[in-house]
């Protein structure tokens, strides 16, 4: 039986993939580059995080080193603006399955490799935070995803309320997220679609565990 669910958070509860795309692509523009080749755009697109995403484009010299940290702040405010757009009712089935999880004394981990202030806005805005046991951002470790150093800090966590290896299911959709996943030993779900992640998921789960 499962004791905790460890969730990615975009692409697995929210699909923030546009708003990704379109605040990097415009912070860049402001600082002087215009994203158009298509080697470019598949940096934008990828699941690395911001700052490494800004490094590539150091590397091929589009930007300079000094220049990242601006728009790297750049970027965030303008994705914060937009992920406060998003309708929170759109997410209600998001909600159902926690408070689900919640009655039936589970712990719920959320392990990203987004900013942690950006993360815990959205959750927040999102009516999902008031849920959470564990929260792991990129603030909170040294080596993102696919490194499997964020999924261990969370299952540390829940070591010490209870919760062994065997009793955790992680919920991830990218390639580098299941490579981090993997990697801890833990059971993985593979999510192929945000919209797959809800109340029918989670109690299908926990029925066929039992």
């Not at 603006?81 to 998003?86: A, I, K, Q, Y």
């Not at 004394?105 to 990203?112: E, G, Y």
């Not at 815990?120 to 046991?133: F, I, K, N, S, V």
């Not at 959709?173 to 993997?182: H, I, N, Y």
Request: proline share 3%.
């Amino acid at each position: 039986m499962y004791k905790a669910f460890i969730f990615d958070f975009d692409g697995v509860l929210v699909d923030t993939t546009d708003i990704q795309v379109r605040s990097i692509v415009r912070a860049l523009g402001r600082h002087g580059f215009d994203v158009r080749h298509p080697s470019d755009l598949d940096i934008v697109h990828s699941t690395i995080t911001t700052k490494a995403k800004l490094v590539k484009f150091c590397d091929k010299g589009h930007i300079s080193m000094d220049q990242v940290e601006a728009i790297y702040e750049d970027k965030k405010k303008i994705a914060n603006d937009l992920m406060l757009e998003l309708n929170p009712q759109h997410y209600f089935d998001k909600r159902e399955a926690f408070q689900y999880l919640k009655e039936e004394k589970k712990n719920i981990a959320i392990v990203t490799n987004a900013n942690g202030d950006s993360t815990r806005m959205l959750l927040e805005h999102l009516g999902l935070m008031e849920y959470l046991d564990v929260l792991i951002t990129n603030s909170d470790v040294v080596n993102p995803k696919p490194h499997p150093e964020p999924y261990i800090r969370a299952l540390m966590q829940l070591s010490r309320i209870g919760c062994g290896l065997e009793e955790c299911i992680i919920f991830e959709d990218s390639a580098v997220g299941l490579e981090a996943a993997r990697a801890t030993g833990a059971s993985v779900h593979e999510v192929k679609s945000w919209k797959d992640v809800g109340y029918g998921l989670v109690a299908d789960l926990m029925r066929r565990a039992e």
